[in-house]
């Protein structure tokens, strides 16, 4: 099957230019001016942006969490991702304490296949740490696993600092590549006890308990970790300025370090959680929290300056009524939101059409970045010939406000409702095949892909 679309503005991360863009099979056949029609079915893109199709390389699918299960499974998480442009995502494989990392991927595998509608891949999440597992590093990566998840906080997942220096020894040795959630875990622990103890279970305890300066000591501890063991690292869902100027500092001493920031940190504010209605201040809850004005509009600077590579969502869903099971205890809310289905049309409202940042810098942090740093370029991320025919057509014109009652995620609330939105997804081609169309979410399988070495 071949199918031209005509007409549009293909954006690159070099900037926008009037091309056509030929589909055949699978593939990119040709990108070029006045490309011949032949035997194609033709598609008029007139006033159209054509981006290769978005890349969420922070999802959470399927997922246990504090005794409940995300509201988003794959089957549902997918088409809410293809819906909102997103051909791709990666999520993570989180094997149990003591679980081997290939029992891991095998049943997060299981969880996807037949069932994810778009393209996927997965992180390997590493919350153990012994000679088998420093083994099966280089399994995974034999298996296109080439990212690996370390926590510095929460118990259940979190690693001692001599076992996750270890392990960035290890990623070091076998090509591997770590993105880590950084926050200071003890000293949360006794923020927590002291709000507990001083019968303090409202919502508004969560950013307090979290604060900004915690989330940038861990930034800085693991980047003089990574400095010593000369590796990379990705530092994920980064919030704060503070936390910034950390990389800062590490990126003026010669390291490598890569950031990914997410939707929620540049467009809300920590004040939500001072709500009186418990259930209007516990949806927000996530860690790290959400920070201040200055912290937004720091994250958007960078953001446009290029310190800051991607924009996922970490993608955490969960409904209303499991959120109020931490009615009297903020520490049994479910921390996470829902926003795979919604990132690009809100970075394109809040970010292009509020002229914070251009067309291209919006496909270098949803496309090309992603596809560069975990290790999918140029099959994805790019408009080439050649490349996954997976293209994004967004019409820039037009108005709507966005709300839960419109949604394909599987939540009672979004984060953004109300918020005006610039423009929408008007189709999304995966692999060549049109996936989405109108806000209408088509029969298609994505298929897993393995990926290889950073190239960023």
Not at 22 to 34: C, M, N, S, T, Y
Not at 231 to 240: C, D, E, K, M, N
Not at 321 to 344: C, M, N, S
Request: charged share 25%; glycine share 10%.
């Amino acid at each position: 099957m071949k199918t031209l679309l005509k007409g549009g503005c293909v954006v690159s991360g070099r900037g926008a230019e009037q091309l056509d863009v030929l589909l055949e099979g699978e593939k990119i056949a040709a990108v070029g001016r006045d490309l011949a029609a032949g035997d194609a079915q033709t598609v008029d893109c007139s006033a159209r942006l054509l981006f290769p199709g978005f890349i969420d390389a922070h999802t959470h699918f399927d997922l246990e969490v504090g005794g409940t299960i995300t509201a988003d499974d794959f089957a549902s998480g997918s088409r809410a991702a293809l819906r909102g442009g997103t051909t791709t995502v990666v999520d993570f494989a989180a094997p149990d304490k003591g679980e081997s990392l290939a029992r891991g991927l095998a049943r997060w595998r299981e969880k996807a296949e037949g069932n994810c509608a778009c393209d996927y891949g997965f992180h390997m999440t590493i919350d153990d740490w012994s000679d088998s597992i420093s083994r099966e590093v280089g399994e995974m990566l034999d298996q296109g696993i080439s990212t690996f998840k370390l926590y510095m906080t929460y118990p259940a997942m979190m690693l001692p600092e001599g076992d996750l220096f270890r392990a960035l020894l290890r990623l070091k040795e076998a090509g591997g590549l770590a993105g880590v959630h950084c926050e200071n875990s003890a000293v949360i622990d006794v923020l927590t006890a002291q709000a507990k103890a001083a019968g303090r279970l409202s919502p508004a305890s969560h950013p307090r308990t979290r604060p900004a300066p915690l989330e940038a000591e861990a930034v800085g501890r693991l980047l003089r970790m990574a400095q010593v063991a000369d590796v990379p690292v990705i530092v994920v869902h980064l919030s704060t300025a503070e936390a910034l100027e950390e990389v800062r500092a590490a990126r003026r001493r010669g390291q490598t370090v890569y950031v990914e920031t997410c939707p929620h940190y540049l467009l809300l504010e920590d004040s939500v959680y001072d709500h009186p209605d418990f259930l209007e201040a516990a949806k927000y809850v996530c860690a790290p929290p959400l920070r201040k004005r200055t912290d937004r509009e720091a994250l958007w600077a960078a953001l446009a300056a290029g310190e800051i590579q991607t924009v996922a969502t970490d993608h955490c869903s969960f409904t209303l009524a499991q959120k109020r099971a931490g009615r009297y205890d903020f520490t049994k809310i479910p921390g996470g939101l829902p926003g795979v289905e919604h990132r690009g049309a809100l970075l394109y409202t809040y970010g292009v059409a509020a002229g914070r940042m251009t067309e291209a810098d919006l496909c270098r942090a949803l496309c090309e970045n992603p596809a560069k740093l975990y290790g999918c370029w140029p099959r994805k991320g790019v408009l080439a010939p050649g490349s996954d025919g997976d293209v994004v057509v967004y019409n820039p014109a037009g108005e709507s406000v966005l709300t839960a009652a419109g949604q394909a995620q599987r939540t009672d609330y979004t984060p953004y409702e109300d918020f005006p939105l610039r423009g929408g997804v008007e189709r999304v081609y995966l692999r060549g095949a049109l996936a989405a169309e109108g806000g209408r979410v088509l029969e298609t399988r994505g298929v897993f892909l393995p990926r290889g070495r950073c190239v960023l």
